[in-house]
């Protein structure tokens, strides 16, 4: 086994964490959201038919077959309805699936929206199949939605007797403007000419500026209210014409605040540093050791006409050394991006590196938040 780690002893300053220009501006619609604009989910269970054998045969599945016969008009009496559902009968061709779908804000009558389908059954695939007319129901009970149509599988289960193969997953699909919207849901954006601005990421100086611009645009209409909502007057100018005036709101640009805030994913080796993150004065040391194990096995022959036996003996040779280290000599008002640059330079794996930010972080010297995925 051998495993290599850098050494490296550094001493570093940090002033100012990245050398900064011009701060980014971004629209407000990308960073808020209008209260009372948000998407539903509807469910329903639904069945899908004409699986080329690939679907369920489970209780579940032969009653929802019965429930649509029956549905249908085809009524069968009790007595045939508890054999069928006792019976070996066959339904590979059907399977029984979860339809959901997500309602967007302002949605009308008639509207075609997308539809998931996800098998609720024991089938393998449903590549091919057909989703019969499922109703789709809100938190309330009621029905938003009717679903059908054939299901797109960006993958499937291929094979023949002996050997198969698997493609993604086939057992969930779409149906492109599957969903026909049949009520609305209501949409409250406006209480007593007021509308409010939700903060995606809540901040005080970003809904500060948000503010600041809306007023500067509209004077005295805006005020922040808590870190995550600002909330916006309309004016006399915009009187019949409410919605023109929150896009135009929507379209100003401001500079959002930021997070000090380290991010490191140990699995891809990923890491994202935040423009404010700062660090103190601080030395740091990696330990390296090789340790490289050998097997050289003998054979020990007996002595002449001693009657022994021929045999390998094992012999394993471990060297255990510890190098010198590698330095490296940072500069002063070095940024934090050039560490983590000058740590991958070295050979530290992602993993040493992320033990490197704890033990930075554990230290006080790290003035971030520190996230580990």
């Not at 640059?341 to 794996?349: D, E, P, Q, R």
């Amino acid at each position: 086994m051998l495993r290599t780690l850098a050494t490296l002893c550094l001493t570093l300053t940090l002033s100012s964490p990245f050398a900064r220009g011009a701060e980014p501006l971004v629209r407000i619609r990308d960073i808020t959201q209008i209260a009372g604009e948000h998407p539903n989910q509807l469910t329903g269970m639904g069945l899908v038919i004409g699986l080329a054998g690939t679907g369920g045969n489970s209780q579940t599945t032969k009653q929802f077959a019965l429930n649509l016969l029956q549905k249908m008009g085809n009524r069968a009496d009790p007595g045939l309805r508890e054999n069928i559902q006792r019976s070996q009968e066959k339904t590979d061709n059907m399977s029984v699936s979860l339809v959901t779908v997500t309602l967007p804000p302002h949605a009308k009558k008639g509207q075609r929206i997308d539809v998931t389908v996800s098998a609720f059954d024991n089938a393998k695939s449903l590549t091919g199949g057909i989703l019969v007319a499922t109703e789709l129901y809100g938190p309330d009970g009621e029905v938003y939605v009717i679903a059908s149509g054939p299901i797109s599988l960006n993958g499937g289960d291929f094979g023949g007797q002996a050997a198969s193969v698997v493609k993604n997953h086939p057992t969930t699909g779409r149906i492109p403007g599957g969903g026909t919207v049949e009520e609305e849901v209501p949409c409250t954006v406006f209480k007593n000419g007021i509308f409010e601005l939700l903060l995606r990421s809540p901040h005080y100086m970003t809904a500060m500026n948000i503010a600041a611009a809306i007023n500067l645009y509209s004077p005295g209409t805006a005020i922040v209210r808590d870190p995550a909502t600002v909330a916006v007057r309309l004016p006399a100018s915009a009187s019949g014409d409410d919605f023109r005036f929150v896009a135009e709101c929507q379209e100003l640009t401001v500079t959002p605040g930021s997070i000090a805030r380290v991010v490191i994913n140990e699995r891809t080796g990923t890491i994202v540093i935040g423009s404010d993150v700062k660090l103190s004065q601080v030395a740091v040391t990696h330990g390296n050791l090789i340790i490289s194990t050998v097997e050289t096995p003998e054979v020990s022959q007996p002595a002449p006409f001693s009657n022994g036996e021929t045999k390998i003996v094992p012999r394993t040779s471990v060297d255990v050394t510890e190098p010198g280290g590698v330095i490296n000599v940072i500069d002063q008002n070095v940024t934090v991006g050039e560490l983590a640059a000058s740590l991958n330079a070295l050979g530290v794996s992602p993993r040493d590196l992320s033990s490197i930010f704890q033990m930075l972080k554990e230290s006080g010297a790290l003035h971030a938040d520190l996230q580990l995925k």
